[in-house]
């Protein structure tokens, strides 16, 4: 088969013919979009020549989604239609699109083939794919998203995300329950963020006491980092909010409302009138199932240089969630992990060697707890705190805040698209790119 792509007048024709790219990034999400416009602007900055198609991007979705802001539309602080782009519109002419999935990888070979059948070889490849969100996994979840009637919601899909609005801000009386999955999921923080989101509504509008919350579990406490997961639950405990941990929902009876979760004691039932599911998350079959794999399925990357740990791979880098860096899953995590996977690639490219950029698990997770208030978690590996406005003015930030409620709201959805996306924009570095010793 022959599929002709066209990304802006460069035409690549991938089939059966061979495509070859010096930088392949598996991707077009938060990661692959700024990790490949970082290559090339770094490239350009440094007077170095790059040729038509030396960086090109794989990914056959239409669409690209501010994920971070399907909790606002949650909250019915956004409209989900104003968070997406097409994915080609983000794409510079100068950075090739190959509209197609990934098959398989063969690392010994460099290359890769994708659903229709093409290959495409590589100096290097960078794996940026994101996660699996395995909604099947929850017994009638699917069936129940579906279910207009159902009160069974989820931030976590486009298609959901304003169901999840409108179940929260329908409730009038009973019992609204929100669930996280045992394991690891993107953005650890989002299944309360919209907890909170509805215990605000319902006590601004005067529901608070015809609404009972409850927030269930598969993790032993609120939050990874101790020091806002100790501040969370005294705000659970002193807003009235139900709590119950290593509590992993298994299935749903969508007929009777009844939610079950998998406990040490064996099943626990709840009953629920909105329920707000969490689905468990993994990493792609495709990358599950190929070389590049860790035992847990993510691409095995060295925490600090982000390089392969294969020394046979070592033209391969990841970053972000489908990556094994044992650091929360976030758009941040992406500001802090691209410059540092950005110097070793080109370094390597060069001399063969990685630079010596080094990855310090750099995460944040901006925790919204109601309507112009939000805990903004800054931590890195270790699960240590390394706050940005601690460092630069002496804020704590556990605090909840207005002014990091209006980052989360207003600046980072603006940030996000004029900046991150086309590589110009550093996290808590803002708009400069930090430096290396070389
Ligand atoms: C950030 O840069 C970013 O990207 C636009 C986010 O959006 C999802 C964030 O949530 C955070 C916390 C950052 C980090 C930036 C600062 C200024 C702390």
Same mark, same amino acid.
């Given at each position: ?262 406990? &040490?004691? @064996?099943? %626990?039932?709840? +009953?629920?009138?909105? #329920?707000?599911?969490?689905? $468990?998350?993994?990493?792609?079959? *495709? ?7 860790? &035992?847990? @399925?993510? %691409?095995?990357? +060295?925490?600090?240089? #982000?390089?392969?740990?294969? $020394?046979?791979?070592?033209?391969? *880098? ?29 370094? *390597? ?29 800054? *931590? ?59």
């Amino acid at each position: 088969m022959t599929t002709s792509i066209i990304s802006r007048g460069v035409r690549y024709v991938s089939t059966s013919a061979k495509a070859h790219h010096k930088v392949l990034v598996v991707g077009g999400g938060s990661g692959g979009l700024n990790v490949a416009n970082q290559v090339y602007n770094k490239y350009k900055s440094e007077g170095k020549k790059l040729n038509e198609g030396d960086i090109a991007i794989v990914d056959a979705a239409e669409f690209h989604h501010y994920q971070p802001g399907w909790t606002l539309v949650g909250a019915g602080l956004k409209e989900k239609h104003d968070l997406r782009r097409r994915l080609t519109s983000l794409i510079p002419s100068y950075i090739a699109h190959h509209s197609e999935n990934v098959a398989s990888f063969s690392p010994e070979t460099s290359s890769l083939t994708t659903t229709s059948g093409a290959s495409l070889s590589y100096d290097t490849l960078i794996v940026a794919a994101g996660l699996k969100i395995n909604f099947e996994a929850i017994e009638n979840l699917p069936k129940a998203l579906a279910d207009p009637t159902s009160g069974v919601s989820s931030i976590y899909s486009y298609e959901t995300c304003d169901k999840a609005w409108s179940d929260i801000s329908s409730l009038r009386t009973g019992k609204a329950v929100f669930t996280q999955p045992a394991g690891i999921i993107k953005c650890a923080g989002a299944p309360q963020k919209i907890m909170w989101m509805a215990w605000d509504w319902y006590r601004r509008n005067n529901r608070g006491d015809k609404i009972d919350i409850d927030f269930i579990s598969g993790m032993p406490t609120m939050f990874s980092v101790k020091k806002y997961s100790d501040a969370l639950n005294a705000l659970r405990v002193e807003r009235g909010v139900g709590g119950k941990f290593e509590h992993n929902l298994v299935s749903i009876d969508p007929a009777n409302r009844v939610a079950s979760f998998k406990t &040490a004691e @064996g099943l %626990v039932e709840k +009953d629920y009138t909105i #329920l707000h599911v969490t689905p $468990p998350m993994g990493p792609h079959d *495709f990358i599950k199932s190929s070389p590049l794999a860790d &035992a847990a @399925g993510w %691409v095995d990357v +060295d925490p600090a240089t #982000l390089q392969h740990k294969k $020394p046979e791979y070592k033209n391969v *880098f990841s970053l972000g969630d489908c990556s094994s860096l044992p650091t929360s899953k976030t758009a941040a995590a992406i500001t802090a992990q691209t410059p540092v996977l950005v110097e070793n690639l080109t370094k *390597f490219l060069e001399t063969g060697e990685v630079g010596k950029a080094a990855y310090d698990g750099y995460t944040s997770c901006p925790l919204l707890t109601g309507y112009g208030e939000l805990m903004l978690a800054e *931590f890195v590996y270790g699960l240590k705190p390394k706050e940005t406005f601690h460092e630069l003015f002496g804020i704590d930030q556990v605090t909840p805040r207005r002014a990091f409620y209006h980052l989360k709201k207003d600046f980072f959805p603006w940030v996000y698209y004029d900046r991150m996306v086309n590589g110009r924009w550093f996290g808590p570095k803002g708009i400069s790119p930090p430096t290396f010793s070389s």
